[in-house]
């Protein structure tokens, strides 16, 4: 893990060289939202932003564990975890570049809020449900502020590509491009409040298919390579819209 960091420590620095050189991606224009982001995610006026992560069935205390450090201390949770991967279990072995960790050495968050892909599901006649009493989804969800998870390493994750974890048992690459990872900026970071296309156009080929789809495919992950404490995050049910984003009242202009 300290190699990990190190190497982290470097890559982070190469990549903040090349930024200012313009080989990396340009920091976003102030002022400029880009399409499906949140303006209710920008920091003026004190709004904070936000990952998110859904709470784990049957959930060990009040912290989010990457699945590979749950192997030791939950083998039951880690074993249910573990079986979401069934045909895509290339996945458990892929190291994320530059980090030299394992994907699963990392907790999985994600730049929507999952409410955006309940709507979309419903549009598509998924008819997906509110509360699910079996499986891994629990139809609850944390809302993370970006300091419980800069005390760790960090990744942003684009997902642009499919590949064989977003659809399993099909013939896709076993791992997806090294370019759409890359260090994690927090003053760069953006919520989405709407689905991707390619996410859009993932769930209407599964519907096509007759298949279940997946939850996050094509949406963009924050990539935690440490346990997140959320003690004193109070869950939100995935059906209920997330509060930065409710309708204000009469009167009252939206951001």
Not at 93 to 110: A, E, R
Request: with cysteine; charged share 20%.
């Amino acid at each position: 893990m300290l190699a990990a960091l190190a190497r982290w420590a470097a890559l982070s620095i190469l990549w903040r060289k090349r930024s200012a050189h313009g080989i990396a991606q340009r920091p976003r224009r102030r002022g400029r939202v880009p399409t499906g982001a949140s303006s209710g995610s920008r920091r003026e006026g004190g709004v904070v932003p936000f990952v998110y992560h859904s709470v784990p069935r049957d959930m060990v205390g009040s912290v989010l564990y990457p699945l590979n450090q749950l192997q030791a201390i939950a083998p039951d949770r880690y074993a249910f975890q573990k079986a979401k991967y069934a045909g895509r279990e290339a996945v458990l072995d892929y190291h994320i570049p530059g980090l030299g960790l394992l994907f699963n050495d990392t907790v999985h968050c994600s730049a929507l809020h999952p409410f955006y892909l309940l709507r979309a599901r419903q549009g598509l006649r998924f008819d997906p449900t509110a509360r699910p009493t079996s499986g891994w989804w629990t139809g609850m969800v944390y809302a993370v502020p970006l300091e419980r998870i800069l005390i760790h390493p960090v990744v942003w994750y684009a997902w642009k590509t499919l590949w064989i974890n977003g659809s399993p048992d099909d013939d896709v690459p076993l791992e997806p491009p090294a370019e759409e990872f890359e260090p994690f900026d927090p003053s760069r970071y953006q919520e989405l409040s709407a689905p991707t296309e390619r996410h859009l156009a993932y769930l209407r080929t599964m519907r096509d298919r007759g298949r279940r789809p997946l939850m996050f495919v094509h949406i963009p992950h924050v990539l935690v390579a440490g346990p997140i404490d959320v003690s004193g995050l109070e869950p939100r049910p995935w059906d209920e819209p997330p509060a930065q984003h409710r309708r204000a009242p009469s009167g009252t202009p939206t951001r």
